[in-house]
Each structure stands twice: as C-alpha cells, then as structure tokens.
C-alpha cells in the first residue's frame, strides 16, 4: 500500500468549533474546485494561466482544504473525545472492504 503523508499543524490563535470549521472547509472547498474550473475553462474564460501556474494555484487551494480538514480533526479530540486513530483503522478497513486498496500479504 502506497501511502503520502503529510504532517500540519494545530493553527494557534483560533477558537474553531465544528461549524465555523466546516463553513471554513467548504469555502476551501470551493476554492479548490473555482481553481480546477478556470484551469480547464469550465467558467467560459479563456485560461490565463500556463499549466505549472495553474497546478500551483490547486495545489495551494488543496493544502488549504487539508488544512482546514486538520483543523477539523483536531476539534473532534479536543471537543468531542474523538479516537482519530480508531478512526483511521476504521476507515482503512473499510477502504480495503471495498477493494480500493490491498494490504500486502505477510
């Protein structure tokens, strides 16, 4: 199983709560997507950007939804009790359920 990881950090100086965290991760969100459209001309105009400017831009928009998602993850510990590594294992069983990844064989 071929993984990347990426590390960010708890932002300082936010008090974010699960709402105002996830109106944040939409917004992102949308940026992200507003970002890929204008890279294809999806919005009627024409693209201005040379590809590398363009890949620049989603990859800055997409950190900033990674972002946000961390910031969200850190409010479900700290507010909620959440077991985000639990979670984890969870959710890669469930991956591996559907068959969108395979774990090598010991």
């Known amino acids: 199983m071929e993984q990347k990881g990426i590390l960010l950090p708890k932002l300082d100086r936010l008090s974010p709560t699960l709402e105002s965290t996830l109106l944040k991760l939409l917004e992102e969100a949308g940026e992200l997507a507003q970002a890929v459209g204008k890279f294809r001309g999806m919005n009627g105009e024409p693209v201005a950007l040379t590809e590398e400017q363009a890949l620049q831009v989603i990859t800055r928009e997409l950190l900033d939804v990674a972002q946000t ?3 969200m993850m ?3 510990e700290e507010q909620y009790g959440v077991d985000l590594n639990e979670a984890m294992r969870d959710h890669l069983a469930k991956l591996e359920a559907k068959g969108y990844l395979s774990r090598p064989k010991m």
Do not use: D
Request: glycine content about 0%.
């Open 69 to 71: 998602t961390i910031s």
């Open 74 to 76: 850190f409010v479900l």
